[in-house]
């Protein structure tokens, strides 16, 4: 992956004193913060693992994967997806 599209993520988030940090494409960095709170993060998607076996995140990463490698397209955010909830 190009250092471009490369975005770090601390898989326990650095308001929870996280300090271990993977590079991720940078579409899915996005997808994972829209995805999940900060604590969902730091309280059950830890690793990459745990993350890729969400249904919604392995079938991002199936689809993604297809795109030609500088593919980058915007990520529902997370106030949007939040306020969603709300109704």
């Known amino acids: 992956m190009p250092v471009a599209e490369r975005s770090p ?3 326990v988030p650095r308001m929870f004193k996280g300090r271990e ?3 991720l494409h940078r579409i899915c ?3 994972i913060h829209a ?3 900060e604590r969902e993060l730091k309280n059950h998607y830890h690793t990459i693992e745990r993350i ?3 249904p919604q995140i392995a079938n991002f990463v ?3 994967a297809k ?3 500088g593919f980058y397209e915007r990520t529902e955010d997370t106030r949007r997806r939040r306020q969603r909830r709300a109704r």
């Open 67 to 69: 795109k030609p490698p």
């Open 9 to 11: 993520h601390h898989l």
């Open 29 to 31: 960095h996005r997808k």
């Open 35 to 37: 995805t999940w709170s």
């Open 52 to 54: 890729l076996t969400h």
């Open 21 to 23: 940090v993977v590079h």
């Open 62 to 64: 199936r689809w993604v």
